[in-house]
């Protein structure tokens, strides 16, 4: 009996695998080696007025869901690494820049709301000169910075281009030591990362360097 649900179980997840293959949806194996945040469908709105947020430690995501709340548009950089676990390929994301987040609000009632949320430590402000009677002494005044949305979308943009992850501590020209296979144990150094978790490197055999394609969790770095 377990036989037979453990066959069919198996047949179920070729199945679907088939139908999001047919679909052309991308397999785990393949986000991987792709932008894993899809960062490039983010569209910063330019009818909205866009600053910065400072969160309060280890507050982060409550304040995003709090902003959420409040009907606030907001945009979290984050970066992506690789980290190879046990043989395994797993990606860690993590925020690019710590505790900032840039959010879009409709006006200034709106941003003080925004302020308000629990999680937010602050705006970021600059000085700016304050408005008063021709004569008097000009003074500065603490303003929230005001962000370009155009330059704001570049940096999206920049960060999506930069988003494909790579394996943690490997890069090209890297020394490395094989785990596994028939040239365990064997030097070779990192000569391009490449997709679906492979690697091509320059190995060394009887005083010969040779190109050999190897999977990443098949080398150790030295």
Partial sequence: MNRVGKKQRERARKQRRAER???GTPTAKANVTAPVLGAAAVRIDPVLSWHIARTLPRMGTRALKALEESQVDWYLPRTSEVVVRRGRRVVRSTPLLMRTVFIGVRDADHLAEARSQAGVAEIVSHPEPEDGPEG???????RPARLDPAELQNFVDAIAKGEVAQPLGIKEGQSVIVRDGPFASFPAIVEAILPNDRLRVALSIFGRTSPVMLDIAQVTII
């Fill in 21 to 23: 293959k047919a679909a």
């Fill in 136 to 142: 008097n002494i000009e003074s500065l005044v603490m």
